[in-house]
């Protein structure tokens, strides 16, 4: 199993980024997927997440800004992130709880 997050970098408040994880050794189709973020200093928190059907579930601090997507074909797993904040600035992780997580993105929204 392997899950490979890309796209995170630096952004200005209000402004937007794509994470993409690529997944591979898995039936990636069957399997729900998750994007976590750890902010500096703090524990792992649950971002949001799409089930094999695409139904997508969010938490309250992203509801409306972020986006989960995607593409059973690719293998890909895609976090559209839009009206970033600084409280946003954390390490995005590509995750499932049975099959684990990869070793992440950082995103950093500062002026």
């Known amino acids: 199993v392997q899950l490979v997050e890309s796209g995170g970098g630096l952004a200005q408040p209000g402004g937007s980024l794509r994470l993409s994880c690529a997944a591979s050794g898995f039936a990636f189709s069957r399997y729900a997927m998750s994007w976590l973020r750890q902010p500096p200093g703090k524990g792992a928190e649950w971002v949001c997440g799409?089930?094999?059907?695409?139904?997508?579930r969010y938490s309250d601090s992203v509801k409306g800004r972020f986006t989960i997507s995607r593409d059973n074909a690719k293998n890909m797993v895609y976090l559209q992130m839009d009206n970033l904040t600084p409280e946003d600035t954390a390490i995005y992780f590509c995750?499932?709880?049975?099959?684990?997580r990869g070793r992440g993105t950082q995103v950093t929204v500062s002026s």
């Open positions: 799409i089930f094999s059907n695409s139904t997508t």
């Open positions: 995750a499932n709880p049975q099959l684990g």
